[in-house]
C-alpha cells in the first residue's frame, strides 16, 4: 500500500512478495514517472522468490555451476541471490546535485547500520567493498548487499538485507564476486528467529531518514 505523508521524503510501497521480473518493471515505469515529474520520489519494499541476478561486472565463474537460471540487470555489482527472508528495498529518487552514486551509496549503508544497531548489531562498512557487514574475531560476513543504477539524475535497483533467509543458496555463487567471505544474516547473528516483518519498520525509517538528506 503507498504510503506519503506531507514531510516524507519518499512514498513507500509495500509490495509483499514479487516475482523479480516484476519489480524490474515496476521500477522502471515509476523512474520514467519520476523523470517525467509525474511521480514522488519512491521506495519500494518487498522480497523476492527465489532468484540468481547479476550485474554488469559479474564474471561466467561466479555463476551458478549447475547452470541455474540467472536474470542479467542493468545494475552495478555482481551476482548475488535474492529469496524469502531477505527484505528489499528499491529507492527510486532524484538526487540533489550535491549527492554522486558513491554518496548515495554510503547514505544506504549508514541507515542499515543504523537500524542493525537497533537489534542489537555492530554492522559496519567495509572499506573500498559496498555493502554492511559483521567483523569480529570470527571473520568477516556479508550482511547486506547494495546495487545501483543511475540514470536521468534518478536512481534504481537498491539494497537485500538478510534478515532470516535459506543462506545455502549463496553457497552456488561467488556472492558480489568475493569468494573469501562468509555470507549472515540478523538471524544467524542474533541467535533466534526474526522475520522480515518485525525488522521493516525500523529499516524503513532509517533509510527515508536517509533518502531526506539526498533527494
Known amino acids: 500500500m503507498p504510503l506519503l505523508s506531507p514531510t516524507a521524503p519518499a512514498k513507500v510501497i509495500h509490495a509483499g512478495l514479487l516475482e523479480y521480473e516484476s519489480a524490474l518493471a515496476m521500477q522502471r515505469k515509476i523512474h520514467t514517472e519520476i ?11 518487498l522480497e523476492h522468490p527465489s532468484v540468481f541476478t547479476a550485474g554488469r561486472r559479474t564474471q561466467d565463474f561466479e555463476r551458478p555451476v549447475d547452470g541455474t537460471p540467472v536474470i542479467d540487470v542493468d545494475r552495478g555489482g555482481k551476482i548475488t541471490w535474492h529469496g524469502p527472508g531477505q527484505l528489499v528495498g528499491y529507492p527510486i529518487v532524484r538526487l540533489t546535485k550535491r549527492h554522486d552514486v558513491v554518496g548515495f551509496v554510503r547514505e544506504i549503508e ?3 547500520i543504523d537500524a542493525c544497531k ?3 548489531l ?3 562498512r567495509y572499506c573500498e567493498r559496498s555493502g ?4 569480529d574475531s570470527h571473520g568477516d560476513r556479508k550482511l547486506a548487499a547494495i546495487g545501483i543504477r543511475f540514470a536521468k539524475g534518478i536512481t534504481m535497483h537498491g539494497f537485500a538485507i538478510n534478515v532470516n533467509p535459506d543462506l545455502s543458496s549463496f553457497d ?4 558480489c564476486g568475493l569468494d ?11 541467535g533466534r528467529d526474526i522475520s522480515v516483518k518485525e525488522v ?16
Open 118 to 120: 537497533e537489534f542489537g
Open 132 to 135: 554492511v557487514w559483521i567483523r
Open 200 to 215: 521493516m519498520p525500523t529499516i524503513e525509517e532509517h533509510i527515508l531518514q536517509a533518502l531526506g538528506r539526498v533527494s
Open 172 to 175: 552456488r555463487i561467488v556472492p
Open 180 to 190: 573469501d567471505v562468509d555470507v549472515t544474516s540478523i538471524a544467524r547473528e542474533l
Open 122 to 124: 555492530n554492522a559496519e
Open 110 to 112: 549508514g541507515a542499515l
Open 35 to 45: 523523470a517525467l515529474e509525474t511521480s514522488p520520489n519512491t521506495l519500494l519494499l
